[in-house]
């Protein structure tokens, strides 16, 4: 895959995921919580997401890694993808994605 074709789809892939994330029910995440960016292998096996929140930034990534699987399946359902990737998520400002 091109690097500009897997730029795209990062892309989409965060839009989505920032879609999915908004829509979610936990009460335990904060109000606003951003896919900042999406980094994925050139397989597709695994992605790597940068979020960002107002708050609770550690609580929150924690939430959404035990939440993978679900975030995955809606990513499927919202992104035609020839693998859905394994996501994995961090903290604006810890580890980089």
């Known amino acids: 895959m091109s690097s ?3 730029l795209r789809l990062e892309l989409r892939v965060a839009r989505a995921l920032n ?10 995440l904060p ?3 951003t896919v900042e960016r999406v980094r994925l292998s050139p397989d597709l096996s695994r ?5 960002s929140s107002l708050e609770r930034d550690v609580e929150t990534v924690e939430i959404l890694n ?5 975030l995955q399946e809606e990513l499927a359902r ?5 693998r859905i990737p394994r996501l994995s998520f961090f903290a604006k400002g810890g580890e980089q994605a």
Not at 78 to 82: A, F, G, K
């Open 4 to 6: 500009k074709s897997l």
């Open 66 to 70: 035990h939440a993978h699987h679900y």
């Open 19 to 28: 879609e999915i994330i908004h829509d979610m029910k936990d009460p335990r």
């Open 31 to 33: 109000i606003i919580v």
């Open 47 to 51: 992605g790597r997401v940068l979020i």
């Open 78 to 82: 919202s992104v035609e993808l020839r």
